[in-house]
T-cell receptor, first 110, second 114 residues
Framework: DAGVTQSPTHLIKTRGQQVTLRCSPKSGHDTVSWYQQALGQGPQFIFQYYEEEERQRGNFPDRFSGHQFPNYSSELNVNALLLGDSALYLC?????????FGQGTRLTVV | GENVEQHPSTLSVQEGDSAVIKCTYSDSASNYFPWYKQELGKRPQLIIDIRSNVGEKKDQRIAVTLNKTAKHFSLHITETQPEDSAVYFCAASIWSGNTGKLIFGQGTTLQVKP
């Protein structure tokens, strides 16, 4: 079992650009959540997908959007990147309450 | 809004001593409380969790207690070892059906000195 995998591991983008991050959930998991973790902070909830629909959303602007595919994998899209979007983006998959995290994508906006 | 306060922010103990990290949550509807350990540059790893119908749970050297009335929960690590050094996060969640979001505390950096 490969666990939760995310790609890419690192990414550098310019302000105003768009980015897509990808997540493959742990085998048997059907729910995917995305979190943003700034340096020295706890992860902050962005949104959660279940049955290909966004089920819950945190306090993030519409520039953040996502998608879940029939195979339960998910994408996080961020438009019009700001310097403040630089962070570690974590994907977590679950089937029930227990959430398991991927290794994250380190996004740097310059 | 929902909030989780965690303290202390840093904790230094001698190897073999115990460590206690405390968290308080704001939403009384929260029903699931996991703890994660995050080593530098690595993913958060679930180390123990507790549900609102249980007051205490233990797994070897790690235990978690929950006081629903006071809305706080704590992580206890006994006989600490250098490999316990990491950042620990508490979280609270209102889990219903197939959905629930984790609200994390700010983290506690635990240093275990050999």
């Amino acid at each position: 079992d490969a666990g939760v995998t995310q790609s890419p591991t690192h990414l550098i983008k310019t302000r105003g650009q768009q980015v897509t991050l990808r997540c493959s959930p742990k085998s048997g998991h059907d729910t995917v959540s995305w979190y943003q973790q700034a340096l020295g902070q706890g992860p902050q909830f962005i949104f959660q997908y279940y049955e290909e629909e966004e089920r819950q959303r945190g306090n993030f602007p519409d520039r953040f959007s996502g998608h879940q595919f029939p195979n339960y994998s998910s994408e996080l899209n961020v438009n019009a990147l700001l310097l403040g979007d630089s962070a570690l983006y974590l994907c977590a998959s679950s089937r029930g309450e227990e959430a398991f995290f991927g290794q994250g994508t380190r996004l740097t906006v310059v | 809004g929902e909030n989780v306060e965690q303290h202390p922010s840093t904790l230094s103990v001698q190897e073999g001593d115990s460590a206690v990290i405390k968290c308080t949550y704001s939403d009384s509807a929260s029903n699931y409380f996991p703890w994660y350990k995050q080593e530098l540059g690595k993913r958060p790893q679930l180390i123990i969790d507790i549900r609102s119908n249980v007051g205490e749970k233990k797994d070897q050297r790690i235990a978690v207690t929950l006081n629903k009335t006071a809305k706080h929960f704590s992580l206890h690590i006994t006989e600490t070892q250098p490999e316990d050094s990491a950042v620990y996060f508490c979280a609270a969640s209102i889990w219903s059906g197939n959905t629930g979001k984790l609200i994390f505390g700010q983290g506690t950096t635990l240093q275990v000195k050999p």
